[in-house]
């Protein structure tokens, strides 16, 4: 959605303008990933994967070595940086301009990945949670920083949908990390509510409902709801079956500010996106 003033993150010295939404397309190098379909390992699966997202229209690649499925395996971030080191090594030898994000946790695997392979972006799904220096990492680091609504763990965190007040509470949780963030010096911090982790199917789509109430953080906005439960679960199907819904929500999403899709399917994303752009040009 075309919003009234431009918004603007700086990666790597290069001010990315979020005005008109980006797709961020996800490449997972786990074994375990929720979406089978997803998964890619080798040499050839990877340059395949993001060579795909970049012809269909991928502005980022979101590279996650981590499963955070709940049944997820919880491995070693010596494990995890083995993974993201093949992977990323992989992008940079054969696309070295991609603008790339790293999908962790931990703090010494985002500095590692800046570091040594100068990925651009940190998206934490545990908002520093379950990193307690991850917040000073980012800050020293100087990087975009994605901060995700969770509570608990991956392996715990459907055990933790039990709000005083659901949304207010989210809203209130990010209130609090963005005051920190700022006072530390980070300047580029972009939201994730973090849809299907640490919440019900309803509360799912009741944040959602709430979507355009973020526009109070003046921050960028991420939403990932690609191929999720909360789509499969309310039709009793499966992952591979959830296409549609994921590009009916990813419309509503656009429709009340995101400004990144965080996908799977990056060539529907990408439609979404121009249709939503197409009609915004004749409102006023």
Known sequence: MKTATPIYINVKGQLIDLST?????????TPDSFYAGSRTQSEEQIT??????????????????????????????IEEIRRLDHGLEIINKHFPNIMTSVDTFRAEVAEHCVKQHGVGIINDISGGELDSNMFETVAQ????????HMRGTPQTMTQHTCYECFVKDVFMYFASKVDKLKQLGVNDIILDPGFGFAKTLDQNYELMAHLEEFKIFELPLLVGISRKSMIYKLFETTPAEALN???????????????????????EAVETVKITEMINKYQS
């Open 245 to 267: 819904g994921t590009t009916s929500l990813n419309t509503i999403a656009l429709s009340k500010g995101a400004h990144i899709l965080r996908v799977h399917d990056v060539k």
């Open 141 to 148: 680091l100087q990087v975009p920083y994605i901060m995700m």
């Open 21 to 29: 939404p980006h797709v961020m397309g996800i490449l997972n190098l």
């Open 48 to 77: 395949a994967r993001v060579k795909q997202i970049i012809d269909e229209g991928g502005s980022m690649i979101d590279v996650g070595a981590y499963s955070s499925r709940p049944d997820g395996v919880d491995i070693t971030p």
